[in-house]
């Protein structure tokens, strides 16, 4: 006899740990952490009035499993790890854009140079950042060069005859040729580091020199130059922030919602400057503010999340915070402390944190509300429309070839309406002979199951839905692989022609509405494996075609290379002229005529 929902809640530990929220079809649609599982997970459930998106996944759940931790600050960062391996529908999810940039200057070498980097490690260099903002990590890095003459160039310093353009245009000291000695350069440098940590003011008066000295040089372009600079440490100057004290790093984090969905904005202030604001709209199914903005700074700060945890951050509400300070001073490595200002600079810096967090929202509700109809809420609709228990996990199948030639396909997969590009996989047909686009798809189908059959762990969660491009011949080779291999999993195919949407066992296909958001997600996923199969079989066709060009007589990499570069594919070289060719760099007449017979065979 299996227990209920209040049963099971009845035998939960009065412990620390980590509850999963599940579905009628056994997703995970929540993780949370709680200091007492038993007291936590029964508010759920209590009549008490919740928010809409708290009412709203707890209207989901059909069942819950726990996880006992030693403590708090370990349910904090087992949350935090199962929500990143996992991606449930209602908890806070970061994207992983593209990392802000850092300075970096690794002081081991004799001559360190400037570093722009997006990687942030703990290898001993001395990182500043991170700046939201490229063109002001360029500004910044100009100013260096102008003030300083600190090296911009390799790592591993080059051995030069003579000095580079740098040194020429007064931007470097070319320590490449021992123009200066490392002592006189490590002084530069450590002039440098107090510049980037806000300490220095020199840049200003060594650049309003050197532009007086080149005005009366008559060198105006140089000195127009020095000028621009000193308009960037102008610049620089309004982000400064005064009577910070010693605290001359932290972030601030605020937290805004209506109910249904939420924002949070992060501020960021290094070397007493402001260096800008991040937002972001978060959807999590929290029982309260403090719960959702701690699971936010677990993930924000998270391992490869490259995001550098200063020693003070500062929050805009008082909640139990303790367990979050103990977690990240253990992944930091030092101590991290967490205040809520309430005077002085910090609380101003806070209040724009809140400001851009309540703004932010108020934007991004009808841009998520839209972005949640064409993804979660559309697979929600194609699942009801099909008659099956869920489509969380999409994957489709798409194959690509030329009269049987290089023959490919594409597996993409699809969670919650949208893709997820890590899980996609590339195939190459190994047992089909000829254009035969059937066989071709029944040996992929075949193929992926059996990789999930033999326990690979990157093919064991199996789809809720296949979709096959192409119509009720495509359908019916893949259904019949599949059940050879013994699965039963739902299956459609999308014609490209009329978007019909077949299904098994109905002579009739399913038409929706051109409007309707999951025949748009289905279209999506579709043009989505046909873009990814097409990629592939251009990158195995241009190798075999270059594979071809080198056994030309006349044609070797050098020659080959220059053609890539002038026509840019191996169809605009296939298609090129003689003349064309000839006017390529290093292609001589009879190179040419070589190259344009080797694909015009006819023609000779």
């Not at 403590?71 to 391996?85: F, I, P, R, T």
Request: with cysteine; charged share 30%; aromatic share 8%.
């Amino acid at each position: 006899m299996s227990l209920t929902l209040q049963d099971k809640i009845k035998g939960l530990p009065e412990k620390s740990g980590v509850y999963l929220m599940r579905n009628a079809a056994g997703e995970i649609i929540y993780i949370g952490k709680a200091v007492s599982l038993k007291n936590r997970v029964k508010q759920y459930f209590n009549r008490s009035p919740k928010q809409e998106k708290v009412q709203a996944m707890v209207d989901n759940i059909a069942d819950f499993d726990y996880i006992i931790t030693l403590s708090e600050k370990d349910a904090l960062a087992l949350e935090a790890n199962l929500v990143k391996k996992h991606k449930p529908r209602y908890n806070i999810l970061l994207k992983d854009d593209k990392q802000s940039p850092y300075i970096k200057i690794d002081l081991r070498p004799p001559y360190p140079c400037i570093e722009v980097t997006r990687l942030y490690k703990k290898d001993g260099a001395r990182y500043f950042g991170p700046y939201f903002n490229g063109i002001y990590v360029r500004d910044i890095v100009e100013i260096i060069r102008s003030a300083y003459r600190m090296r911009t160039c390799a790592k591993i310093l080059p051995k030069r005859a003579r000095p580079c353009l740098n040194h020429q245009i007064g931007l470097c000291d070319a320590p490449c040729v021992q123009n200066v000695t490392p002592d006189e350069y490590k002084k530069t440098v450590e002039r440098v580091l107090h510049f980037l940590a806000g300490n220095e003011d020199s840049a200003e008066v060594l650049l309003d020199e050197r532009m007086r000295a080149a005005a009366e040089a008559e060198e105006f372009e140089r000195a127009m130059r020095y000028r621009d600079r000193l308009k960037m440490i102008a610049r620089l100057k309004e982000r400064t922030i005064a009577n910070l004290g010693q605290a001359e790093n932290l972030d601030a984090f605020s937290y805004a919602t209506n109910g249904l969905t939420s924002a949070v904005a992060v501020s960021l202030v290094r070397g007493r400057k402001m260096l800008g604001v991040r937002n972001f709209a978060v959807t999590d199914a929290s029982l309260n503010a403090g719960d959702a903005l701690a699971a936010f700074i677990m993930q924000y700060y998270a391992v490869g999340r490259n995001n550098e945890i200063p020693r003070e951050i500062c929050l805009d509400r008082r909640f139990d915070f303790a367990a979050l300070s103990e977690a990240l001073t253990a992944a930091a490595g030092y101590r991290v402390s967490l205040t809520v200002p309430e005077r002085g600079s910090r609380r101003l810096i806070v209040k724009t944190t809140e400001e851009n967090a309540r703004e932010y929202l108020v934007k991004s509700v009808t841009k998520r509300q839209q972005e949640e109809e064409m993804t979660v809420l559309a697979a929600d609709k194609l699942a009801r429309i099909l008659g099956i228990k869920s489509a969380r996990r999409m994957e489709c199948y798409d194959i690509s070839n030329i009269s049987g030639v290089d023959k490919v396909a594409s597996g993409v997969v699809f969670i919650n309406g949208a893709p997820d590009k890590s899980q996609y996989r590339r195939y190459r047909i190994k047992t089909v002979e000829g254009a035969d686009d059937f066989a071709s798809m029944a040996e992929v189908v075949k193929r992926r199951l059996k990789r999930a059959e033999a326990g690979s762990e990157n093919f064991l969660e199996l789809p809720d839905l296949f979709v096959i491009d192409g119509g009720k011949g495509q359908l019916s080779a893949a259904h019949g692989a599949m059940t050879a291999e013994g699965f039963d999993i739902a299956m459609v195919g999308l014609a490209k022609r009329e978007e019909e949407i077949f299904t098994v066992g109905s002579p009739d296909p399913v038409v929706l509405s051109r409007d309707d958001y999951a025949l748009r997600l289905l279209q999506r996923i579709r043009d989505e494996a046909h873009r990814f199969a097409v990629t592939y079989h251009r990158n195995l066709r241009s190798k075999r075609y270059l594979s071809e060009l080198e056994d030309i007589r006349g044609v070797g990499k050098r020659r080959l290379q220059a053609l890539y570069r002038a026509f840019k594919s191996i169809d605009g070289i296939r298609t090129a002229e003689v003349g064309a060719l000839c006017r390529v760099p290093g292609i001589d007449r009879v190179a040419a005529q070589n190259i344009y017979s080797h694909f015009h065979p006819d023609e000779t």
